[in-house]
C-alpha cells in the first residue's frame, strides 16, 4: 500500500484507507454526514469525472459495490446514498474527527473487508 494518495488538494494518509485497487481506493471521511459515510476515489487525480478512464470508472463502481454492502451492515443501515460529488461541499455545521478516530475507523472496515 502507498504511504500516501491524493484526494483533489488533500493529501490522504495510507492508515485511513481501508480498501484499495490500482485504480481506486476507498478511505474515511474527516467530517462525515452520517456514521459510515467514506470516500472512494480513484487512485489519479483529474478534474472532472469525465477525465477518468473507463476503466478507472468501471474500478472505482467495483469498489462500491464491494465496499456498500459491507458499510450499510455494520452501521445497521437500511439504505445507502452514493454520490458522485464534484463541488466542495459547505460543510460548515459539522466538525472534523481527528485522525486517530479515522484511522480507528477504517482499521474496522479493513477487517470487514477481510484486508
Known amino acids: 500500500m502507498s504511504s500516501s494518495f491524493k484526494f483533489g488538494q488533500f493529501l490522504i494518509k495510507s492508515r485511513l484507507v481501508f480498501y484499495q485497487t490500482p485504480l481506486s481506493f ?4 474527516i467530517r462525515p454526514v452520517v456514521p459510515g459515510h467514506v470516500l472512494v476515489s ?4 483529474v478534474s472532472r469525472f469525465q ?3 473507463k476503466e478507472e470508472v468501471s474500478d ?3 469498489c462500491v459495490h464491494l465496499i456498500a454492502p459491507k458499510i450499510e451492515q455494520h452501521f445497521n443501515a437500511t439504505s445507502l446514498t452514493i454520490a458522485i460529488q464534484l463541488e466542495r461541499i459547505d ?3 459539522r466538525t472534523n474527527r ?3 478516530e479515522m484511522a ?3 482499521d474496522i472496515l479493513r477487517k470487514l473487508l477481510n484486508l
Open 104 to 106: 480507528e475507523e477504517a
Open 98 to 100: 481527528t485522525e486517530e
Open 42 to 45: 480513484s487512485v489519479r487525480v
Open 91 to 93: 460543510a460548515e455545521k
Open 26 to 29: 476507498a478511505f474515511t471521511n
Open 51 to 53: 477525465d477518468l478512464t
Open 60 to 62: 472505482l463502481f467495483q
